[in-house]
């Protein structure tokens, strides 16, 4: 069962517009979330991140809105560029066998930001 | 900068070959991690090691093992390639002592096995 959500497969905006990527967890034991994002023939690379004593967290265009009560949270890129268009990732801290730091990725959003 | 380097960015197997991926970091990281992404199943972990010699299945593991000799080198064999593993093979490392519990990948391995 898919503990990590993310339930749009695409999203498509226009350049300066406002971005949201949306994510749902399932386990109310997850206290970290993270955002990725991919380019084809790449590596993800690390956004943003949000623990859950927190509701909110900035950097720059991007902002990741926790709600605990919800299980959701979503990632706002504010404005938009072309080169925003990635597909991204959602993960969340997981905990099992001897590392502490795995993570349980959902199955991405393919953004297309268009000029 | 951390620097996580994959030993191919492109790899062409036949069905039934032993396929060797390589993975190395330089940061010292203690926990390693080997993904494979497919399309609309975002990315699935295979194995993981937390210290070296150390090794623990991750969500499908079948088909495929690891060898982690030293801290900064993490190795996925697959046995017996086969046409279902055709995919992007990702590889991860990742500090134990962190706030911030980012895992940092390599820039992946497309494996085609015909």
């Known amino acids: 069962d898919q503990q990590v959500k993310q339930n749009s497969p695409s999203l498509s905006v226009q350049e300066g517009r406002i971005s949201i990527l949306n994510c749902d967890y399932t386990?109310?034991?997850?206290?970290?979330f993270l955002w990725y994002k991919k380019y084809p023939a790449e590596g993800p690379t690390f956004l943003i991140s949000?623990?859950?004593?927190?509701d909110k967290n900035e950097d720059g265009r991007f902002t990741v809105f926790l709600n605990k009560s919800a299980k959701h949270l979503s990632l706002h890129i504010v404005p938009s560029q072309p080169g925003d268009s990635a597909v991204y990732f959602c993960?969340?801290?997981?905990?099992?066998?001897?590392?502490?730091?795995?993570?349980?990725f959902g199955k991405g959003t393919k953004l297309s930001v268009k000029p | 900068d951390v620097k996580v380097t994959q030993s191919s960015r492109y790899l062409v197997k036949r069905t039934g070959e032993k396929v060797f991926l390589e993975c190395v970091q330089d940061?010292?990281?203690?926990?390693m991690f080997w993904y494979r992404q497919d399309p609309g199943l975002g990315l699935r972990l295979i194995y993981f090691?937390?210290?070296?010699?150390?090794?623990e299945k991750g969500d499908i593991p079948e088909g495929y093992s690891v060898s982690r000799e030293k801290k900064e080198r993490f190795s996925l064999i697959l046995e017996s390639a086969s046409t279902n593993q055709t995919s992007m093979y990702l590889c991860?490392?990742?500090?134990?002592?962190?706030?911030?519990?980012?895992?940092?990948f390599g820039p992946g391995t497309r494996l085609t096995v015909t």
């Open positions: 991860a490392s990742s500090f134990t002592q962190t706030s911030s519990y980012e895992q940092y």
């Open positions: 386990n109310s034991m997850f206290d970290y």
């Open positions: 949000i623990s859950s004593i927190k």
């Open positions: 993960a969340a801290k997981a905990w099992y066998g001897g590392s502490q730091g795995n993570l349980i």
């Open positions: 940061m010292d990281h203690e926990n």
């Open positions: 090691s937390y210290d070296v010699k150390m090794k």
